[in-house]
């Protein structure tokens, strides 16, 4: 068993960290000089507004996620967000001696990560494929964003990158999940509420305020534990509503919010330009 990390610029084509006949590991590594990475982030999040002439492409993509109940039951969710697109040179990515089948266990600039890869049985044991493709999932927060756009490169023939762009039916769906994400466009319903505007608020499919899917709202309900924070509206004739039966996608074009930028609201930004 190997017991020293190694850098993936000196590994080869096939890097041997167990040999053992009963538990062998390998990982099989497509030739090149760089690896193209794929580094999500949540919409809200600050590595959603994070922006650096070393990404290569952004793209927006819709997360879903696989959960499972104590019983053995599972269910799934699913977040809007952005994926960054690396370039990075393989002498900036060091292999740790971690069995993850499928899962490789490395670091990028010092930051560690996690190589989402595809593996299997073979060559006497389990082998992890790591292609020069490959994505470190989503949710690294933006001083990691930053580690690796300070080793990334712009202008190799891995340019431009592919990204696929979403279908008409996601990109609405896209949508709404970033507004109801945004805490953006909640405070700025605060502030109109508080300033007396008495915005437009609409409600989720399946709920109603006096018949109707939206009312004006004339005050904001805190917790009364510290620090406060807001839990619902009041519409007029007060009617109170849960901020988690608002849709905010609706209530933002009723109120002439821009939708604005990748952690606000989804018109497409400027650094996503290149994936178009």
Not at 65 to 71: D, E, V
Request: overall charge positive; charged content about 20%.
């Amino acid at each position: 068993m190997r017991t020293t990390p190694i850098c993936l610029a000196e590994c080869g084509e096939l890097l041997v960290l167990d040999d053992n006949p009963e538990d062998r590991y390998l990982i099989a590594i497509e030739r090149g000089t760089h690896l193209v990475v794929r580094a999500g982030v949540h919409a809200g999040s600050p590595g959603a507004t994070f922006t650096h002439p070393a990404i290569a492409a952004s793209g927006k993509q819709i997360y879903e996620y696989k959960h499972y109940r104590p019983n053995g039951g599972k269910y799934w969710t699913s977040r809007a967000g952005l994926t960054h697109y690396f370039v990075i040179p393989r002498e900036a990515v060091t292999l740790l001696p971690v069995k993850g089948l499928s899962y490789i266990k490395a670091t990028i600039n010092g930051v560690p990560v996690t190589f989402n890869v595809s593996g299997g049985s073979g060559n006497g044991g389990w082998t992890d494929w790591l292609c020069t493709h490959t994505s470190i999932g989503v949710g690294h927060p933006i001083r990691d964003l930053k580690r690796f756009a300070a080793v990334a490169v712009r202008g190799t023939p891995l340019e431009p990158i592919p990204v696929e762009p979403l279908t008409p039916e996601d990109q609405e769906r896209w949508a709404r999940k970033v507004a109801q994400a945004c805490p953006t466009i909640k405070q700025r319903i605060y502030f109109l509420i508080a300033t007396g505007q008495n915005p437009t608020i609409h409600l989720n499919n399946g709920y109603h305020y006096q018949e109707n899917r939206s009312g004006p709202g004339v005050a904001v309900e805190y917790t009364w534990r510290k620090p406060k924070r807001p839990i619902g509206l009041v519409l007029d004739m007060g009617g109170r509503v849960p901020l988690n039966q608002i849709d905010w996608y609706a209530t933002a074009q009723a109120n002439g919010l821009a939708l604005e930028g990748g952690a606000s609201l989804p018109t497409e930004p400027e650094r996503c330009a290149a994936a178009r």
